[in-house]
């Protein structure tokens, strides 16, 4: 059984930076497609950003593009998120996420198969 345990949320300050990561157990890691989603205060999970088996592709959502950097250590079975510029509307909790049938993942939540409890990111001044 493949589990995801997500870690590195806390409070930040606007213009701050965070580092979330995604620690994966049970599987074969770079067998793995993987995404991060957010579920601000109130509203429905959203998609964030997701990237290849190899790491040699990613995407990322309009509103976190050029702030956020996706990575993922494939000797470590881990995966990050590199979260810079930090506003308040990136206060939520963080998920992340992982599929195994396609090869450069999805920006849809019902790809994936295998989701962790979440992290929360508050962004406040």
């Known amino acids: 059984q493949v589990e995801l345990q997500e870690s590195g949320g806390g409070l930040a300050q606007p213009g701050g930076s965070l580092t979330l990561s995604c620690v994966v157990s049970?599987?074969?890691?770079?067998?793995?497609?993987m995404g991060w989603f957010r579920q601000p205060p109130g509203k429905e999970r959203e998609f964030v950003s997701h990237?290849?088996?190899?790491?040699?592709?990613?995407a990322y959502a309009d509103s976190v593009r050029g702030r956020f950097t996706i990575a993922r250590d494939n000797a470590n079975g881990t995966m990050y998120l590199h979260m810079n510029t930090l506003n308040l509307g990136d206060t939520a909790v963080y998920y992340c996420?992982?599929?195994?049938?396609?090869?450069?993942?999805?920006?849809?939540?019902?790809?994936?198969?295998?989701w962790g409890r979440g992290t929360l990111v508050a962004v406040s001044t």
């Open positions: 049970g599987g074969t890691f770079s067998r793995l497609a």
């Open positions: 990237i290849s088996r190899s790491g040699g592709s990613n």
């Open positions: 996420a992982a599929e195994t049938g396609q090869y450069y993942g999805s920006h849809r939540e019902g790809d994936y198969k295998y």
